[in-house]
Nanobody
Framework: QVQLVESGGGLVQAGASLRLSCAASTNSIKNYTMAWFRHNPGMEREFVAVISRIGAVKEYSDSVKDRFAISRDNAKNMLYLQMNDLKPEDTAVYSC??????????????????WGRGTQVTVSS
């Protein structure tokens, strides 16, 4: 069982930057494909970014590509999301997620086994 805890959310103005962090309870984080998703109340989770187990491959949704950057530090059991040039439409609860060990990258939320509770990001215009 892997526990994930996000931090770093907050209220910012449009154009600002935030860095989200996700701490994993396992020392074997290198075995897990990890991703960030976001959602607003009453809406489905939206894929944001995914990173391969050793961080060599990264994929982004079209809405955040060129503004957000996903990264990981397996030695520290950490996942990150650097968010630049934030827009009001980026407002959401951001959650990190992990697949079962050794499973490949995916943008589909239902394919992720482990989830954090999320951190709120609010961007004002």
């Amino acid at each position: 069982q892997v526990q994930l805890v996000e931090s770093g959310g907050g209220l910012v103005q449009a154009g600002a930057s935030l860095r989200l962090s996700c701490a994993a309870s396992t020392n074997s984080i290198k075995n897990y494909t990890m991703a960030w998703f976001r959602h607003n109340p009453g809406m489905e989770r939206e894929f944001v970014a995914v990173i391969s187990r050793i961080g060599a491959v990264k994929e982004y949704s079209d809405s955040v590509k060129d503004r957000f950057a996903i990264s990981r530090d397996n030695a520290k059991n950490m996942l990150y999301l650097q968010m630049n040039d934030l827009k009001p439409e980026d407002t959401a609860v951001y959650s990190c997620a992990a697949r079962h060990p050794w499973e490949s990258m995916s943008p589909v939320p239902d394919e992720y086994a482990y989830w954090g509770r999320g951190t709120q990001v609010t961007v004002s215009s």
